[in-house]
T-cell receptor, first 114, second 113 residues
Framework: DTEVTQTPKHLVMGMTNKKSLKCEQHMGHRAMYWYKQKAKKPPELMFV???????INESVPSRFSPECPNSSLLNLHLHALQPEDSALYLCASSQVGGRGNEQFFGPGTRLTVL | KQEVTQIPAALSVPEGENLVLNCSFT??????LQWFRQDPGKGLTSLLL?????REQTSGRLNASLDKSSGRSTLYIAASQPGDSATYLCAVYRGSTLGRLYFGRGTQLTVWP
């Protein structure tokens, strides 16, 4: 199984809502990532978890709160978002070491903030 | 800081042509380079990964080469098909910080029948 799954596919939320994005992989990878991608731009790294511990936070606003409950699951909790946070949110996973950090991406969640 | 540039930004070709997409990076101290494909509104699909000790990788009609000393990689697509239409991104990994991929802005490829 070389698949990273993400739910939901699409999400529309108001600025006062609280919602969560979910990502799952069963490849035995111990590093998981959240990226944000705006239209016609490359993905921007947000967070990296290694062995279920947060290892990188790219100065992301606190309205985005990541969580890694176990080695297969990664969540991104959203609260009080702004319209400019509308984007495609991508999850990825990789081994730690091994084949040099080859990252496998999920299909993304298209988020719209009204 | 590592900067990655992809040329051309867009390419439109008839079906059957052989294509070369270019990627250049400023810091040759990379650990590996990864080529991705992205369809509109979708996630990234990993096409090929070249480790720094390798010169090329092949998968089907795709061949990627790496020249670390000159800071360049090329993705060669043989006998292009309309289904190859997508944005192609290259990304380099320096190996010093887990997860730090430096992406180019991509080449948007259109192959018409």
């Amino acid at each position: 199984d070389t698949e990273v799954t993400q739910t939901p596919k699409h999400l529309v939320m108001g600025m006062t809502n609280k919602k969560s994005l979910k990502c799952e992989q069963h490849m035995g990878h111990r590093a998981m990532y959240w990226y944000k991608q705006k239209a016609k731009k490359p993905p921007e790294l947000m967070f990296v978890y290694s062995y279920e511990k947060l290892s990188i936070n790219e100065s992301v606003p606190s309205r985005f709160s990541p969580e890694c409950p176990n080695s297969s699951l990664l969540n991104l909790h959203l609260h009080a978002l702004q319209p400019e946070d509308s984007a495609l949110y991508l999850c990825a996973s990789s081994q730690v070491g091994g084949r040099g950090n080859e990252q496998f991406f999920g299909p993304g969640t298209r988020l719209t903030v009204l | 800081k590592q900067e990655v540039t992809q040329i051309p930004a867009a390419l439109s070709v008839p079906e059957g042509e052989n294509l070369v997409l270019n990627c250049s990076f400023t810091d040759s101290a990379i650990y590996n380079l990864q080529w991705f494909r992205q369809d509109p509104g979708k996630g990234l699909t990993s096409l090929l990964l070249i480790q720094s000790s390798q010169r090329e990788q092949t998968s089907g009609r795709l061949n990627a080469s790496l020249d670390k000393s000159s800071g360049r990689s090329t993705l060669y697509i043989a006998a292009s098909q309309p289904g190859d239409s997508a944005t192609y991104l290259c990304a380099v990994y320096r190996g010093s910080t887990l997860g730090r991929l430096y992406f180019g802005r991509g080449t948007q490829l259109t192959v018409w029948p």
